[in-house]
């Protein structure tokens, strides 16, 4: 992996990893602790379906089944948001597939690539649990009966769609799709892991530390 610097440089940075595997959770925290922009595709997704607009009507399909979105509309989302980010950013949920990120590669030098290793045969249970806001703050239920969390917003925390249609599906779409970009980022000397299966807490401290050493 290159070597980054100073936590005070502009950093571009990228966080793989499977559906459930705390990536959000964690761009989050990173982006808090060194002042640089979160980009989460999924977020972004997401405002359009709640919009109803054109774009949010044909994400919902393609995300209802399991699927990714194409790269052509996913590709032209990110162009636009990375032109606002003069600081730098985190980007979660994009790429996702090799093609995205030989064009991402097109777009802007990516410094590190963060992937966040799990079990596979856990996160199927861990997304059954995953209760999502609106503001995107995610919590996990104590059991699968619960229907919502109340979050710090006021707002409440529930099952996303995707989550509970189609779990396996996403797994699935991931291992496929997803998975090869960790070696396409290992030959390029960008990527290091940290093991998601511990506490966000020991998954912050394991990332800012290979970051920042």
């Known amino acids: 992996m290159k070597e980054v610097k100073s936590k005070d440089s502009k950093l571009n940075l990228v966080l793989l990893g499977a559906p459930g595997a705390g990536k959000g959770t964690q761009a989050r925290l990173l982006c808090d602790a060194i002042n640089i922009q979160h980009i989460s595709t999924g977020d972004i997704f997401r405002k359009h379906i709640a919009g109803n607009t054109e774009l949010g009507i044909q994400v919902k399909e393609y995300l209802d089944n399991g699927l990714l979105v194409p790269d052509s509309v996913t590709i032209e989302i990110v162009k636009l948001r990375l032109s606002e980010c003069k600081q730098g950013f985190v980007l979660d949920g994009f790429p996702r597939t090799v093609l995205q990120a030989q064009a991402l590669d097109e777009l802007v030098n990516i ?24 503001c995107g703050k995610t919590f996990t239920a104590p059991n699968l009966d619960v229907k919502s969390i109340q979050c710090v917003c006021g707002g409440k925390a529930v099952q996303r769609e995707d989550d509970k249609q189609a779990i396996v599906k996403r797994i699935s779409v991931y291992q496929s799709d997803t998975a090869p970009l960790i070696e396409f980022y290992q030959k390029q000397g960008k990527l290091f ?9 020991l998954v912050h401290q394991s990332l800012y530390s290979k970051l920042f050493g």
């Open 111 to 134: 410094d590190s690539v963060i992937n966040i290793s799990v079990s596979i045969d856990k996160l199927a249970s861990r997304l059954a649990l995953r209760r999502v806001c609106h």
């Open 193 to 201: 892991t940290v093991d998601g299966m511990q506490s966000i807490e």
